[in-house]
């Protein structure tokens, strides 16, 4: 089967249709498509889109909106230049979602980065435990409540 | 009674053969290994979190010392993510300069990694050479922009300071010095029998895996895999130059120094289009204020750096910081995959691969 960009730019109208009350929002950006979901269909709607040809698993991200993590992958492909940012809210005070590792390998070490630094958990990931700081850090960094004595607020303009 | 059991040693964060810090768990049944766990975060500064209480303007000296080798590629593609959320437009002249910047960045990374791969190998002559070449590389960054590693040049909408005379005659005739001197490194390391010996067969990465595990770049490319962000999916200026993709075949660590040759060849190329048809007119968009205030919203950008895409990531909330910095970067896949192909390798051919998939762990700790 050829895959081209046509057929990756078909496979955002297929799974348009097929998750459309579940998708909450789709925009373009310069070259990507902005996808806003619900996490209850994360691993479904990310082996349709593998499926279709997307198979690069850039990152994996977390924003710490103060209320909710935003969570990102950034999905692209070798046959066609256009991506995707996939974009997931979790709840702050439950910060739970499926791991994509069964589906692109490469998301091993992107989950536990965002688990490090976030503190979200990744269930049925394989091997999540911290991957920048030492195990025993307590404390999960990228966080907007996370403090240190060390840390000094800069001027916001100068 | 006699037994055998596997031992665990490690291949500290303090080894002259891994390039950085990395530890490297082996678990090995007499010298090969069986298992190996790569362990990282020795090199962790946390930029990411620095960068969400710094302005935007202010974080271009931090994406300096990211992948510490090659600055200007950092600066570029954090710039152009900034210019793509706040709408700030590059004049021509500004594109052309920026392609020139990044290809000899590039020259200057492969040249290392060369060197690197002759070293590991035992061969410290091509080390010596390739050290020697860049510092006249280096001479030409100091010319531009004052500083020989960690440049700063890049700003939003432009560069900081024009190319200053004489710098396009010495580029001219580095590129001839060096398009000869990739010759001489090609018949002195690539063709020795025991650099040969030493590296074909060796860390066989198969094109699946390769994509599986998020791996780009030269490593990606030797795994015959035809995915070049300048031709795939072209940024700035670059569809109008003319240059090939170098492929590998087998996806060994001999393919892989050989794509990384063949694209210092490519890189010379693109610098003699861009030089010769430079255009004149202003180095830098004016009226980009210092404290610069995007609207609310995001964007990503990717180029193609010398180990692979590099992408930001940033989050605007409409003031002066950042709410989200996030750097993609290259070595962090590219070395997710040493569990899967050390597995059979002896100690001595875990630091050939090491050096091969070259990690700059400036970038892969951040």
């Given amino acids: 089967m050829i895959k081209n960009i046509h057929q990756l730019d078909k496979a955002i109208e297929d799974v348009k249709k097929k998750y459309s009350n579940k998708i909450l929002d789709i925009r373009e950006a310069d070259s990507e498509h902005i996808i806003q979901i619900e996490p209850a269909i994360l691993l479904e709607i990310t082996q349709d889109l593998k499926n279709a040809g997307y198979n690069q698993l850039s990152f994996v991200t977390a924003v710490d909106n103060n209320d909710k993590f935003a969570l990102v992958y950034g999905i692209f492909s070798t046959y066609g230049k256009d991506g995707i940012l996939l974009k997931v809210d979790i709840p702050r005070d439950k910060p739970e979602i499926g791991s994509v590792t069964s589906i692109w390998p490469a998301a091993n070490w992107h989950e536990r980065e965002v688990f490090d630094l976030f503190g979200i958990d990744f269930t049925d990931h394989p091997d999540l435990r911290r991957i920048f700081l030492p195990g025993d850090w307590e404390g999960h960094p990228l966080r907007k409540d996370f403090t240190h004595p060390n840390m000094v607020r800069r001027p916001d303009h100068y | ?366």
């Fill in chain 2, 1 to 366: 009674m006699l037994r055998t059991e596997d031992i665990q040693i490690n291949m500290g964060p303090q080894h002259p053969a891994t390039h950085g810090v990395l530890r490297l768990e082996l678990k090995i049944d007499g010298e090969v290994i069986v298992e190996a766990t790569p362990h990282i975060g020795y090199l962790h500064r946390g930029i990411e979190k620095i960068a969400e209480n710094r302005t935007y303007t202010q974080i271009i000296p931090l994406t300096d010392r990211l992948d510490y080798t090659v600055s200007m590629v950092n600066n570029w593609v954090y710039a152009s993510a900034v210019e793509k959320l706040a709408g700030i437009s590059v004049p021509e002249r500004a594109e052309y300069i920026r392609v020139i910047m990044a290809e000899l960045n590039r020259i200057v990374s492969h040249l290392v990694t060369t060197g690197v791969n002759g070293m590991d190998a035992g061969a410290f002559t091509i080390w010596f050479y390739c050290i020697r070449d860049r510092e006249l590389l280096w001479d030409l960054f100091e010319m531009v922009c004052g500083a020989r590693l960690t440049h700063n040049y890049i700003r939003f909408g432009g560069v900081s300071y024009d190319l200053p005379d004489g710098f396009k005659e010495k580029t001219v005739e580095l590129c001839e010095y060096l398009r000869k001197k990739t010759d001489e490194y090609e018949d002195l390391l690539l063709k020795n029998y025991i650099f040969q010996k030493r590296n074909k067969g060796i860390g066989m990465l198969s094109k699946e895996d390769a994509i599986a595990h998020g791996v780009t770049g030269p490593t990606l490319r030797a795994s015959s895999v035809n995915w070049d962000l300048r031709k795939n999916a072209p940024y700035s200026i670059y569809n109008r130059f003319d240059f090939e993709v170098p492929l590998g075949e087998s996806g060994d660590n001999w393919d892989r120094a050989k794509v990384r040759l063949d694209e210092i060849r490519q890189s010379i190329r693109i610098i003699r289009q861009a030089l010769n048809s430079m255009p004149g007119g202003e180095f830098k968009t004016p009226g980009v204020p210092r404290t610069l205030k995007p609207e609310p919203g995001e964007a990503y950008s990717r180029i193609e750096g010398p180990r692979g895409e590099y992408g930001v990531y940033v989050v605007s909330d409409g003031s002066a910081k950042p709410l989200r910095w996030k750097f993609r970067s290259a070595g962090f896949s590219n070395i997710s995959v040493l569990p899967l192909i050390l597995k059979g390798l002896k100690i001595p051919d875990a630091a050939l691969v090491i050096g091969a998939l070259d990690p700059c762990f400036g970038e892969v700790d951040r």
